[in-house]
Nanobody, 127 residues
Framework: VQLQASGGGLVQPGASLRLSCAGSGRTLSRGTMSWFRQAPGKEREFVAGIRWSGMSMTYYAESVKGRFTISRDNAKNTVYLQMNSLKPEDTAVYYC????????????????????WGQGTLVTVSS
């Protein structure tokens, strides 16, 4: 399984970006896909996740709830992270991650729950 993250860049506060995570070697329509981020000098943290449990269910960190939206396009085998109203504190390297299982909420936010990771894409929010 390979995950290719893209879409990062330099934007001003209040702007929007859409990150993409394209999968190959396995369908992303099952299991759990999530985005994590790591800011300079900080630990990697959960941002958003989407899992299949009869239907797609989404989860967000409190810091991005209402601003970020995770979604997937099964036909393109791609998961997206739409980021609106970006803030300087959103500056980080963003990673997509795949778990082949449908994770329960307590596991979904843990890095160790994911078997496959993308290479990361840098998002910089600065004026």
């Amino acid at each position: 399984v390979q995950l290719q993250a893209s879409g990062g860049g330099l934007v001003q506060p209040g702007a929007s970006l859409r990150l993409s995570c394209a999968g190959s070697g396995r369908t992303l329509s099952r299991g759990t896909m999530s985005w994590f981020r790591q800011a300079p000098g900080k630990e990697r943290e959960f941002v958003a996740g989407i899992r299949w449990s009869g239907m797609s269910m989404t989860y967000y960190a409190e810091s991005v709830k209402g601003r970020f939206t995770i979604s997937r396009d099964n036909a393109k085998n791609t998961v997206y992270l739409q980021m609106n109203s970006l803030k300087p504190e959103d500056t980080a390297v963003y990673y997509c991650a795949l778990s082949t299982g449908s994770l329960i909420l307590s596991s979904l936010k843990l890095e160790l729950s994911y078997e496959h990771w993308g290479q990361g894409t840098l998002v910089t929010v600065s004026s």
